[in-house]
């Protein structure tokens, strides 16, 4: 790598060095994808890596004969820095202690050398902005993929301080890293209460088994009175009493309103489950800014778009502004009572069943309102959604809190990470920045 791409103003007593100076080793994995399964080691996918952290939810599994297989050139160890050298460039994490992973498509792996770095360190000086830079400096530009060279990564600089002060600015950072993954897990958590409550009620209907079946359904009994005791046919199969057969069309509206450009926030994809703004939205060829009217959006519709190969990630605009959606989007509205019925409700994986059938086209999938608005689904009573909605809220404002509450440690970790990984920032300095924080 060009000298140019690396610090030259650090502590005396640190190195330049290279990452193959600090690694046993470099590998990857083997360039193809094993049949999945449900349960069984990880397949580590470029999709885990997030944030400098393993998010194995929704990980993909594999069989302990495939196991073998894809472990023939390495198998993941504690300590482990996995990175991508493929499409999502510049990501990486850490291998915790009794992960049983192997190495998906993409994805790298750096071996430590324990006496010359700590493990830790070398995943910070990976995600510092001056290694960064060098990636990109150093990224090959494909026809369909950006990559980095594998046969190039061991020559790439990096400067380390001794091992002692390596583990100290470790700690320091992964204190704050440990703050922002246990409100993130507590987070989860909450949604996973939420997941559970929705499925029992409005999915396997535990309560009203358990009073058709009289047994104790463990719900506090102003709650317990709301479910009936006995079940009803339908064509949907056999529902409770009180509950109707329905579709989501009963539940929501369509919103076909337009706006110009500068009446509203212009919103990004729905990948990640929520609408958000976005600066660059529709600004290609015949989505003028200056001419465009775009589908308006306010808080709690939903919107996606029709035609797209993920036609199942649908999403709710949480925030209270007003926004717009290409036109071809579609946006529907839910009505209040059933607002978080259906937030849950497009999760379940039934419901993402009923989208890839409905969805037609011979080229891409086309999944229309009218085909959307006929999912079949069990309509509840209000008066137990209502008891649902409460329970939701008051776990949303807790997520939310936690949320709020992890935006400045992630801005003063990736502050430190800058300023303790170039030498800038001293390692008592900032111990008292964070004992002030946390």
Same mark, same amino acid.
């Given at each position: ?11 005396k007593?640190w190195q330049?060095?290279?990452?193959g ?10 360039h193809a994808t ?18 400098g ?20 050139r390495?198998?993941? *160890? ?9 499409? *999502? ?13 192997c190495? +998906? *498509?993409r994805?790298?792996?750096? *071996? ?6 700590d493990?830790? !360190?070398?995943l ?10 060098a990636?990109?400096?150093r990224?090959?530009h ?9 046969t190039?990564l ?6 380390v ?10 700690h320091?950072?992964?204190t ?6 246990l ?10 209460m939420a997941?559970a409550?929705?499925?029992?009620? !409005?999915v396997? !209907? ?11 359904t ?13 079940f009803q046919?339908s064509e ?5 009493k009180m ?5 989501l069309?009963?539940l ?7 706006? +110009?450009?500068?009446?509203v ?17 529709f ?13 308006l ?14 036609? +199942?990630s649908?999403?709710m ?5 007003? +926004?717009?959606v290409?036109p ?5 509205r ?7 019925f ?25 999944l ?5 608005a ?12 209502e008891? !649902? ?6 776990l ?17 970790r990736?502050?430190l990470?800058?300023k ?7 390692v008592?300095?900032?111990e $008292?920045?964070?004992e $002030?924080?946390?």
């Amino acid at each position: 790598m060009r000298k140019e791409h690396v610090m030259h103003c650090y502590p005396k007593h640190w190195q330049e060095t290279t990452i193959g100076g600090l690694c046993e080793g470099i590998f990857d994995g083997p360039h193809a994808t094993p049949r999945k399964t449900e349960h069984g080691p990880i397949f580590l996918g470029i999709s885990c890596l997030a944030n400098g952290r393993l998010n194995l939810t929704g990980a993909a599994h594999l069989s302990d004969r495939d196991f073998v297989k894809w472990t023939k050139r390495v198998t993941p *160890r504690e300590g482990d820095v996995v990175f991508s050298y493929e499409t *999502r460039i510049g990501e990486a994490a850490i291998i915790p202690k009794g992960l049983r992973c192997c190495l +998906g *498509r993409r994805m790298g792996l750096l *071996r430590p050398n324990k006496n010359s770095v700590d493990p830790r !360190f070398l995943l910070y000086a990976w995600l510092s902005p001056a290694f960064q830079e060098a990636i990109k400096s150093r990224t090959v530009h494909g026809s369909t993929v950006d990559r980095i060279l594998l046969t190039e990564l061991s020559s790439y600089p990096v400067i380390v301080p001794p091992l002692d002060e390596q583990r100290a600015i470790a700690h320091i950072l992964g204190t704050l890293d440990d703050k922002i993954e246990l409100n993130r897990r507590m987070n989860e958590a909450l949604e996973g209460m939420a997941r559970a409550i929705f499925k029992s009620w !409005f999915v396997d !209907f535990d309560p009203v088994h358990a009073k058709a079946e009289g047994r104790p359904t463990g719900l506090p009994p102003d709650i317990n009175a709301l479910f009936p005791d006995s079940f009803q046919d339908s064509e949907l199969g056999e529902i409770p009493k009180m509950y109707s057969e329905g579709s989501l069309g009963d539940l929501i509206l369509q919103r076909t309103e337009r706006v +110009g450009p500068r009446e509203v926030s212009v919103l990004s994809a729905v990948a990640t489950g929520k609408l958000a703004r976005s600066d660059e939205h529709f600004t290609k060829r015949v989505y003028s800014k200056e001419t465009a009217k775009y589908l308006l959006v306010e808080q709690w519709d939903f919107a996606y778009n029709p035609s797209r190969i993920n036609i +199942g990630s649908i999403g709710m605009l949480e925030e209270e502004i007003q +926004g717009g959606v290409s036109p071809v989007y579609v946006v529907a509205r839910p009505k209040p009572v059933y607002r978080w019925f259906l937030e849950f409700y497009l999760r379940l994986p039934k419901t993402k069943v009923w989208i890839n059938t409905l969805a037609s086209g011979s080229v891409r999938q086309s999944l229309s309102y009218a085909d959307f608005a006929s999912i079949p689904c069990v309509v509840p009573p209000e008066e137990i959604l209502e008891v !649902f909605n409460r329970k939701w809220i008051m776990l949303r404002e807790g997520i939310q809190s936690r949320e709020e509450e992890s935006v400045p440690l992630v801005a003063l970790r990736d502050t430190l990470l800058s300023k303790l990984i170039s030498g800038e920032l001293c390692v008592p300095d900032a111990e $008292r920045i964070v004992e $002030r924080s946390i």
